[in-house]
């Protein structure tokens, strides 16, 4: 099975509510909940960014253009994190993927296949 598994996307309108969900099922469970846990998009011709991060002590980080509309959070027994993503605008539309990360490696697994998010402008 793929390190990360990303669910959750569609095609919603704008305004609209979507809930990505990020499995991560190759890690023990101390090591999820030790690393850093990300969410990144990625759009047509652009570069991927870092949207979301929550820290193992649960601080989060957000790029400035979804603060206040998107919330990143964890359930470490089920080794998943979330994107609860409100108020969708076009510019929101993107592939996006999950990742984990430690204090030596940024990234510990493999991109996934992402979760495609559309909102038609």
């Known amino acids: 099975q793929a390190p990360l598994v990303e669910s959750g996307g569609g095609l919603v309108q704008a305004g609209e509510s979507l809930r990505l969900s990020c499995r991560v099922t190759r890690a023990i ?28 002590d649960g601080t989060t980080y957000y790029v400035d253009s979804v603060k206040g509309r998107f919330t990143i959070s964890k359930d470490n027994s089920r080794k998943t994190i979330y994107l609860q993503m409100n108020n969708l605008k076009a510019e929101d539309a993107a592939m996006y993927y999950c990742n984990i990360g430690s204090s030596t490696q940024q990234h510990l697994y493999s991109w996934g296949h992402g979760t495609q998010v559309a909102v038609p402008s």
């Open 29 to 56: 469970l101390s090591t999820f909940s030790a690393s850093t846990k990300d969410w990144y998009r990625q759009a047509p011709g652009k570069q991927r960014e870092l949207v979301a991060r929550i820290n193992p």
